[in-house]
């Protein structure tokens, strides 16, 4: 990949409405449920380019890790707080290093999930938070999840399979994206009959962004209609269903 394609997704994480509303969650959920008193220490897996980091540098150190070796160098071009390339299989730190491990639509991305949950558990503190988001629903498989190298989409009861395995207490998690899923889930499952009609195509593949856009009339109101759930889940809202889903673990003292 080129620095154009970087300096692309540096602009989508900045502007686009699914990553703008998704921080704004983010961040209001990571306030609310750890009360934090004081700073604390964060690793964030799966930086990109960088906007989650900056999210948890307001609340103390931040070390980021990318897997993508040139994308951790172009990052590492203007992030304020330092990045590593890596892999959440195998992580380069110590047990009970961080106060707050997260990987944020990142587990999607790897084979061997349960493992990646276990190095995310390893190093976090005892006392310690795990946080993660996931792409919900095998039924919304599309070409968005192909060209993104997906391996698979969750429920939330797959999710949670995963985590109490382990030592520790599942505080808080619901699905998001939740106001849009019904349009969404239409548009991806025209989409792909369309696609098993025409049968095997060889034409180039887009992700929802892409055909979207960010720029232009879509991007302010389909934020605007996110935005709803970030009010709703800051009111105490747990949502049945959703493209996403957000999980926060407590690891055992």
């Not at 999930?113 to 919304?140: N, Q, S, W």
Request: hydrophobic share 40%; proline share 4%.
């Amino acid at each position: 990949m080129d620095q154009q394609y970087f300096k692309e997704y540096y602009h989508l994480e900045r502007v686009n409405w699914w990553f703008t509303v998704r921080i704004k969650i983010l961040r209001e959920r990571i306030n609310h449920l750890l009360d934090c008193p004081k700073a604390i220490h964060s690793l964030n897996i799966g930086a990109a380019t960088g906007t989650t980091s900056d999210m948890l540098s307001e609340l103390g150190e931040v070390m980021s890790v990318e897997y993508d070796a040139e994308c951790c160098n172009y990052t590492k071009t203007f992030l304020s707080t330092p990045i590593i390339q890596g892999s959440i299989t195998e992580l380069p730190f110590e047990n009970n290093s961080y106060d707050l491990v997260c990987a944020f639509d990142v587990i999607e991305h790897v084979e061997d999930d349960a493992k990646a949950i276990e190095e995310m558990i390893r190093v976090c503190k005892p006392g310690g938070h795990i946080a993660i988001t996931v792409p919900a629903y095998a039924f919304l498989w599309g070409e968005h999840d192909v060209i993104n190298h997906h391996f698979r989409r969750y429920t939330r009861v797959g999710l949670l399979r995963l985590l109490k395995k382990h030592e520790g207490k599942i505080i808080y998690h619901s699905y998001f994206n939740s106001i849009l899923f019904i349009p969404i889930a239409a548009f991806r499952l025209l989409a792909n009959l369309i696609k098993k009609l025409k049968g095997p195509q060889k034409e180039k593949l887009e992700s929802d962004h892409a055909i979207f856009g960010t720029e232009g009339l879509f991007n302010p109101i389909l934020g605007g209609i996110f935005s709803i759930d970030y009010y709703l889940l800051k009111w105490g809202l747990r949502f049945p269903a959703g493209v996403s889903i957000m999980v926060f673990f407590k690891k055992p003292y």
